[in-house]
């Protein structure tokens, strides 16, 4: 027993020997630093890739645009390769085509997502994950199930009266404080409002009633920004590099955000119950699934429909909206709002395109505006994170199941192969007789803004019919024009615009456009009617 006390003593006596320290410390170090380097997925075979020091791998050089850095890559290392993240390998497909074969041709291997430390650990813990973020298992399936039906075809037509009404109260708040058009105004909290109210009411039957001001509507749309960016593959090295776990108080902004989040996703689903309980309710997603006994969802797995359905659309809609409007505010974008004037005129000749646009997408422009839109402001520039289930081959290669897959949407959607010119907007590239012979109108999938395969966005409908009706009724009420003050300029490339390239979604700079009338009496009908319409709502 005494021998081996001394055992360990004597060893350290023996590595603190000046002739042997130096060679113990380098072995130590050399040691530490091939255990801290090691991947979550070892080197996938006949995968180019990037070449990056120990520990942090590629994170350093990604800098603070992961998405125009890694299509830059592509140049030089091909469409598909690998990367060192921290401890963690990820794939990164940075074309068109690259996309489609391991997207669409491989959806059904590709139909996991990964957890990282920031979101799932801190942030989501107790509160569930949503649908978007959860890896697949028998709860994400029923999840995703029951969302996307609420969400299908008909089902969102059914919710056109919410959008009539949402729509129109932001359309009329801008015209009330952009005093008829005199004063330029910045759009976007009229479509953070626009968003967030109809995804309030499809989901707890309910809205923000006050102005943009509204305490409620401020404070979801600053937490899901700030949790959004906790989301983001590219915005915390925690999540590739555990030591930085250790960090005291690396956790402080991400607990508060979980706490402040809690409060009023709590407080949504208590007053739907009450309401319930009360029989004074109204349909909406929420209510049917608690109310419905086929569904068999436990309280955990509401929540998380419900946070999807307020997270997803919240920072999405707006940013193509607001986008697309200071497009139109440029020079160029003055012959877009001409040609998409005229289009609606030869459909809609009576003047009733803002009540028709309700029930029907008869005007082929502004269809092909919302998909250019989708695509030259690719507001998530690299979408939400898969993992394969199953072995996914790539040429040679063999990607091992468990490996993360990185899309990255702006570089596919910025492809010169696949798109002509595309640094330029141009909705023509989406018309059928167009005169862009790129022909993206008839190429099956016209872009990745919604992801694609196995767990492409299930609000892509609804997405598309608020974008088609905000669209339409905004250039048959104003002509939109560049603001008055050259500061208040909005910056036209999809990286320059974003106050944060590297979060999850696009977060613009703010800037302003004017509004003028083009028909004082005429919009003022379309909003009284609208009003009439959806008074009851
Ligand atoms: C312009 C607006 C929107 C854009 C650009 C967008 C984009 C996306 C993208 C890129 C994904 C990931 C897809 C993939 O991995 O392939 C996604 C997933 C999702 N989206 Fe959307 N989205 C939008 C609006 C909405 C809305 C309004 C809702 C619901 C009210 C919604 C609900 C969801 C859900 C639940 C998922 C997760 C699907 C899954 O993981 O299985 N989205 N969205």
Redesign the pocket.
């Known amino acids: 027993m005494a021998q081996s006390t001394n055992e360990p003593q004597g060893l350290v006596q023996l590595l603190l020997q000046p002739h042997i320290l130096p060679f113990f410390l380098v072995a130590l170090i050399y040691a530490a630093v091939k255990i801290l380097d090691r991947t979550d997925v070892p080197k996938i075979k006949g995968l180019p890739e990037i070449p990056a020091p120990p520990i942090i791998g590629s994170l350093y050089e990604l800098g603070d645009n992961h998405a125009k850095k890694a299509a830059e890559w592509s140049k030089k290392y091909g469409p598909v390769f690998q990367a060192r993240l921290g401890n963690r390998r990820i794939i990164f497909a940075n074309t068109f085509d690259s996309v489609k074969s391991l997207?669409i041709t491989n959806q059904s291997a590709l139909i996991s997502?990964p957890t990282l430390h920031t979101f799932h650990t801190v942030v989501s813990s107790s509160e569930g994950f949503?649908?978007?973020?959860?890896p697949w298992d028998e709860s994400?399936k029923a999840r995703?199930k029951a969302?996307a039906t609420a969400?299908n075809r008909p089902a969102v037509q059914s919710y056109m009266p919410i959008i009539d009404y949402e729509c129109t109260k932001s359309i009329k708040e801008m015209l009330v404080n952009s005093e008829f058009g005199k004063k330029d105004i910045d759009p976007n909290a009229y479509f953070q409002r626009f968003?967030l109210s109809t995804?309030l009411t499809?989901?707890y039957g309910e809205r923000i009633d006050g102005n943009i001001n509204d305490a409620m509507l401020q404070e979801i749309t600053h937490v899901e920004r700030e949790i959004s960016n906790f989301r983001s593959t590219a915005n915390n090295w925690a999540d590739y590099i555990p030591l930085l776990r250790l960090k005291p108080g690396g956790n402080t902004k991400a607990l508060e955000y979980k706490k402040r989040r809690a409060t009023y996703m709590y407080k949504l689903i208590d007053m739907l119950k009450q309401r319930i309980a009360d029989g004074t309710d109204t349909p909406c997603i929420t209510g049917h699934v608690l109310k419905d006994p086929e569904v068999k969802l436990n309280d955990a797995e509401v929540m998380s429909i419900g946070l999807?359905?307020v997270s997803?659309?919240l920072d999405?809609?707006p940013?193509?909206l607001i986008m697309c409007i200071a497009y139109l505010a440029s020079p160029r974008g003055q012959d877009i709002q001409e040609q998409a004037l005229a289009e609606i005129n030869k459909v809609y000749p009576n003047n009733d395109a803002w009540e028709r646009c309700l029930s029907e997408e008869k005007v082929p422009y502004i269809t092909a505006l919302v998909k250019e839109t989708?695509r030259f402001w690719s507001?998530?520039p690299i979408?939400?994170p898969?993992e394969n289930i199953r072995d996914i081959k790539w040429g040679d290669a063999v990607i091992p199941k468990g490996t993360s897959f990185y899309?990255n949407?702006y570089g596919a959607h910025y492809d010169d192969t696949h798109f002509k010119a595309p640094w330029e907007f141009n909705p023509d590239r989406y018309m059928a007789d167009t005169s862009v012979d790129d022909a993206s109108a008839t190429r099956g999938t016209p872009h990745?803004?919604?992801?694609?395969?196995?767990?492409?966005?299930?609000?892509?409908h609804?997405?598309n019919r608020?974008?088609y009706t905000a669209f339409l009724r905004l250039i048959v009420s104003f002509e939109i024009l560049p603001p008055k003050e050259a500061k208040d300029r909005p910056i036209l490339n999809c990286f320059g615009c974003n106050q944060l390239p590297n979060g999850l979604t696009m977060d613009p700079k703010p800037f302003k456009v004017g509004l003028k009338v083009r028909d004082r009496a005429m919009v003022d009908k379309w909003i009284f009617e609208s009003e009439e319409r959806t008074k009851d709502n």
């Open positions: 997207w997502r949503t649908i978007g973020t959860s994400c995703r969302a969400l968003a995804s499809l989901n999807s359905m997803a659309g999405t809609v940013g193509n989708l507001v998530i979408c939400l898969r899309m949407a990745y803004a919604y992801g694609a395969g196995s767990r492409m966005c299930i609000g892509a609804l997405a608020e974008l």
